[in-house]
């Protein structure tokens, strides 16, 4: 490897979220991933990076799509796996978020993957850990690893990210995963539209760089990719929609909104899928413009490429540090 390849690599000992994050950096770790979901399809062996390292997954929210997808993801490079259940744990008996790091950190694990429902609680963990730690997704803060499988999903299918006009729609003021897509989108150099009705979108999103957008069709006009989110009702507080009726027949995607899009408009969504309400069920299962099921495929290729990336020169900061 060059000098100049070097340079153009990750180098953070954590990965807290896409903001900040320069597009070397980003395409440093999709061209990682690309060559890991080929090496997945195949089923051939990969290079047992995480040998001899401990991962733990510690979930404070319930993911199953997230959690199994960073376990297989760890597993693949051959790491010892612990899943913590928070909900058998000494934080359900009173013990604080410190002390749960400082427990945690005398186990010598090498990565800590975090959920958690308040948005900064990664961060502050990771400030008191000895070992790299991933967001897996904090209030509605970021998410990154979800940011970067879905552009490794949509360069695989587009060939490029550069210019890509992407609309993101739904539920994005609760959303981590709209904020990860947005800071990712725009350092890459695509076009990012938001849609959504006004009780859904906060107004510090147009200084990030979007086009705003509150009438489906104006927003889905011409896109190159259409990104739709879950509502998210479990952070709701108040009522924020009429009903799922009316908001399906505004903002619900189906194939007469869908038809403004170009005629090849990639399908996304994060999951898990409220059908009828978000997305309907003939454009969600549309197997030649839907990405969504590759989505969770391209899930692990991304965090193989995550877990690489945090892993890579921990060895050399723990010595520096006198770890």
């Known amino acids: 490897m060059s000098t100049k390849d070097r340079e153009l690599r990750f180098t953070h000992r954590h990965l807290l979220g896409i903001e900040g994050l320069y597009p070397f950096e980003i395409t440093d770790i999709l061209d990682r991933a690309e060559a890991y979901a080929a090496a997945n399809r195949q089923r051939t062996q990969v290079e047992q990076k995480l040998a001899g390292r401990t991962v733990i997954n510690l979930f404070f929210e319930n993911s199953t799509r997230t959690r199994t997808s ?30 749960t790091a400082v ?14 429902g308040d948005s900064g609680a990664v961060k502050l963990l990771s400030q008191k850990m000895n ?27 587009k060939g490029n990210i550069t210019n890509l006009s992407v609309a993101i729609c739904g539920d994005i003021l609760h959303s981590r995963v709209a904020r990860s897509n ?78 403004v899009a170009k005629d090849d408009a990639l399908i996304m969504h994060p999951g898990p899928m409220n059908r009828g309400v978000e997305i309907d069920s003939d454009v969600a299962d549309d197997f030649e413009r839907s990405a969504i099921q590759e989505q969770v495929e391209m899930g ?24």
């Not at 796996?81 to 058998?88: F, K, L, Q, R, Y």
């Not at 725009?186 to 009705?197: C, F, K």
Request: proline fraction near 3%; charged fraction near 25%.
């Open 70 to 99: 960073f376990e297989r993801a760890a597993k693949r490079l051959g790491a010892d796996v612990i899943n913590m259940s928070v909900a058998t744990s000494s934080i359900k008996k009173g013990e604080t978020l410190i002390d």
């Open 103 to 116: 427990t945690l950190n005398a186990m010598h694990p090498d990565v800590l993957v975090v959920r958690h």
């Open 131 to 157: 070992c790299a730690v991933l967001n897996a997704g904090d209030g509605t803060h970021e998410h990154p690893t979800q940011a970067l499988l879905d552009a490794l999903t949509i360069r695989r299918r």
């Open 182 to 259: 947005i800071h990712l989108l725009n350092a890459m150099g695509a076009q990012v539209r938001l849609v959504a009705p006004s009780t859904l979108l906060p107004k510090s999103m147009s200084v990030l760089g979007a086009e705003v957008f509150h009438d489906m069709r104006e927003g889905l006009k011409d896109v190159d990719v259409v990104m739709m989110l879950r509502l998210q009702q479990e952070r709701m507080e108040g009522a924020y929609l009429p009903s799922q009726r009316e908001y399906f027949h505004f903002y619900g995607l189906d194939y007469d909104k869908l038809s």
């Open 300 to 323: 692990v290729a991304a965090r193989m490429a995550c877990l690489d990336v945090v892993t890579e020169n921990l060895d050399i900061w723990r010595k520096e540090n006198g770890l």
